[in-house]
């Protein structure tokens, strides 16, 4: 596969139930971060099988948290249901079925609903400040998370709430739409970069201003302080720049969001990050490199060492995958092709095995073992027929530190309404 001297066949672990994950869950259990990728944002087996290794880090291992690309303001009310916080909903279901921001499908479905509801179980039986927590990290949504400070504040210090406001009325011409505000900017109106930034130093140097609020809530507002700025960053550099720079302002929020969980929860906490294997695999190790574009992956190996983080891909050979025609359009259940031959999809499919995963060791990272192949990568927008341009080249056994395998893949299971 990568060397004909390597035999795969035999190092493939077949996925049989949650105990052919021991090895895996062994290879983790000491690690600060794992990290669990996906091929597509609409595949059952990747959240079934991502949801099954997070619970057994969470309940064996003593993980603190999952961090998922999603929206931190919206899904916020999920994390307040798996912890029983107040204010908290009745399930999952209903707060996930309120999601309203396209593409909803990603986390309004019934595998999500699954999993926190047994979080919630799981939390129930832990006193408080031991609760499992889920966050979004990503940095959309940011005219919800702007009108969740400035009610926080109104609701909880005067003062604070007037300086907020007041720095944000720059954004006010614009309307909730941030493409509308960028290319105001472009254009020459006046950014709202310093008075974001303001907002966001005000709540962090006043803590003692908010004595009411608990811990989890005052994150809640600082943390929607950063949404609003970053997002501000991103959306004004996406029309801006030509180049990475706003897809590295983006992956930069969710490193930054990952690492303020680590410190919410304190020393010795150990977090669980889901999102696309496009963030997760270290981008040094694909073509991604050659633009200077950067993820999560990469972040989190320099930042806390190789030895301190697991990167775990997934893909599939075929299927049929939940995604979108165009930005915005309604979901479709498509069918994703047979992978092309010079991929990593197309050898693994020569294994006898329906699902497994192969843990990447020393000899496969010899450099007679790497070779750089196709990897593929399915987006919320997808077309089938151009499926042989959504393959990445990747040199795999460096990318990750272990990849799950799925000859077929079904679509994911989406909430009705």
């Not at 916080?85 to 209903?94: C, F, I, P, T, V």
């Not at 505000?181 to 962090?204: D, L, P, S």
């Not at 004004?236 to 990475?244: I, L, N, Q």
């Not at 992956?251 to 997760?280: E, F, P, Q, R």
Request: charged share 25%; proline share 3%.
């Amino acid at each position: 596969m990568f060397s004909s001297a390597q035999n795969f066949k035999q190092k493939a672990i077949p996925l049989a139930g949650d105990a052919s994950l021991d090895r895996l869950i062994s290879a983790a259990a000491d690690k600060e971060l794992v990290l669990l990728g996906e091929a597509s944002h609409g595949t059952h087996e990747y959240y079934l099988w991502r949801d099954k290794i997070s619970r057994r880090l969470i309940s064996e291992q003593d993980f603190s948290f999952i961090a998922v690309e999603g929206d931190f303001a919206s899904l916020y009310h999920l994390n307040r249901y798996v912890k029983n916080l107040d204010g908290a909903a009745n399930s999952a279901r209903e707060v996930l079925l309120k999601l309203d921001r396209w593409p909803t499908w990603m986390w309004a479905n019934e595998e999500v609903v699954a999993l926190a509801e047994w979080l919630r179980n799981h939390n129930d039986k832990l006193a408080q400040d031991k609760k499992v927590g889920f966050y979004g990290m990503d940095v959309y949504d940011e005219w919800n998370s702007k009108k969740v400070v400035l009610d926080l504040l109104k609701a909880n210090n005067q003062t604070a709430y007037e300086y907020a406001k007041e720095q944000y009325k720059c954004f006010g011409p614009h309307k909730g739409d941030s493409w509308r505000y960028a290319h105001a900017v472009q254009a020459g109106k006046e950014a709202c970069a310093t008075a974001t930034k303001n907002v966001v130093e005000f709540i962090r140097n006043n803590r003692n201003n908010f004595p009411q609020l608990s811990d989890d809530t005052y994150f809640y507002l600082l943390q929607n302080t950063i949404v609003v700025q970053n997002a501000e960053k991103f959306y004004r550099e996406s029309v801006a720049s030509r180049g990475d720079e706003s897809w590295n302002s983006r992956v930069h929020h969710m490193y930054g969001t990952v690492n303020d969980l680590l410190n919410l929860y304190g020393a010795n906490s150990k977090g669980i990050v889901w999102a696309h294997n496009t963030h997760i695999g270290d981008a040094e190790y694909t073509s991604m490199r050659n633009t200077g574009a950067q993820n999560i992956g990469q972040l989190t190996r320099e930042g806390l060492g190789n030895e301190n983080v697991l990167l775990i891909g997934f893909t599939t050979y075929e299927g049929k995958v939940m995604a979108g025609p165009s930005w915005g359009a309604p979901m479709e259940e498509m069918t994703i092709p047979p992978a092309v031959s010079n991929s990593i999809e197309y050898k693994l499919n020569q294994i006898d095995q329906e699902s497994f995963y192969l843990i990447f060791d020393k000899e496969d990272r010899k450099e007679k073992n790497l070779k750089t192949m196709g990897h593929r990568a399915v987006g919320v927008v997808y077309d089938p027929r151009g499926d042989k341009r959504q393959f990445v080249p990747t040199i795999v056994p460096m990318r990750y530190d272990a990849l799950f395998f799925f000859k077929k893949t079904t679509a994911v299971r989406v909430l009705k309404r």
